[in-house]
T-cell receptor, first 114, second 111 residues
Framework: GAGVSQSPSNKVTEKGKDVELRCDPI?????LYWYRQSLGQGLEFLIY????????KSGLPSDRFSAERTGGSVSTLTIQRTQQEDSAVYLC????????????FGSGTRLTVV | GQQVMQIPQYQHVQEGEDFTTYCNSS?????IQWYKQRPGGHPVFLIQ?????EVKKQKRLTFQFGEAKKNSSLHITATQTTDVGTYFC???????????FGTGTKLQVIP
């Protein structure tokens, strides 16, 4: 597609439920990133996929968080047993291989845990 | 791990005044990127600097990369209300490392 697509745009869930957030990167972009942004805060790195390499999971805050990227394209971020502190905007970004171009971000999924 | 700090955290300016945000990395960077996030929006890539001492301009925006490749700055001349938002720098080490985003500077322009 023309841009990075994320779904859903908004998600309200009850505490303790599992949620799945989807990211469809720009076609051909080999690098995909998930970030989390709480209201008025900066960008918190979660996970990074680069081609066929093992993902960099160093930013995942707990074992309730996991992500996969199927076929080098679509990625799903799963949060199990959601907590209120998980409420934030989850941003996905992709970039081409190499270092000469910036990230293109999606519009994000606003997750609210009630 | 790599840390990237930005100052100031917030800046209010009168429309027409200049604005500068500074970005400092704890380690040497291979390149640095700048992003702008409008209120309610997502970060949008502005520019990337690669060379030591590099200076690039985009209209009223001037970007600099330090000689030691550990710091950078973004200067906006004669701010406009359309410049409102949060400006993030993002530094990358070598290879295929991910970028590390700075803490951001939130700019408010008073008409």
């Amino acid at each position: 597609g023309a841009g990075v697509s994320q779904s859903p745009s908004n998600k309200v869930t009850e505490k303790g439920k599992d949620v799945e957030l989807r990211c469809d990167p720009i076609s051909g972009h080999t690098a995909l990133y998930w970030y989390r942004q709480s209201l008025g805060q900066g960008l918190e790195f979660l996970i990074y996929f680069q081609g066929n390499s093992a993902p960099d999971k160093s930013g995942l805050p707990s074992d309730r968080f996991s992500a996969e990227r199927t076929g080098g394209s679509v990625s799903t971020l799963t949060i199990q047993r959601t907590q209120q502190e998980d409420s934030a905007v989850y941003l996905c970004a992709s970039s081409p291989a190499g270092q000469l171009l910036g990230y293109t971000f999606g519009s994000g999924t606003r997750l609210t845990v009630v | 791990g790599q840390q990237v700090m930005q100052i100031p955290q917030y800046q209010h300016v009168q429309e027409g005044e200049d604005f500068t945000t500074y970005c400092n990395s704890s380690t040497t960077l291979s390149n640095i990127q700048w992003y702008k996030q409008r209120p309610g929006g997502h970060p949008v890539f502005l520019i990337q600097l690669v060379k030591s001492g590099e200076v690039k301009k985009q209209k009223r925006l001037t970007f600099q990369f330090g000689e030691a490749k550990k710091n950078s700055s973004l200067h906006i001349t004669a701010t406009q209300t359309t410049d409102v938002g949060t400006y993030f720098c993002a530094g990358r080490g070598g290879g295929y490392q991910k970028v590390t985003f700075g803490t951001g500077t939130k700019l408010q322009v008073i008409p």
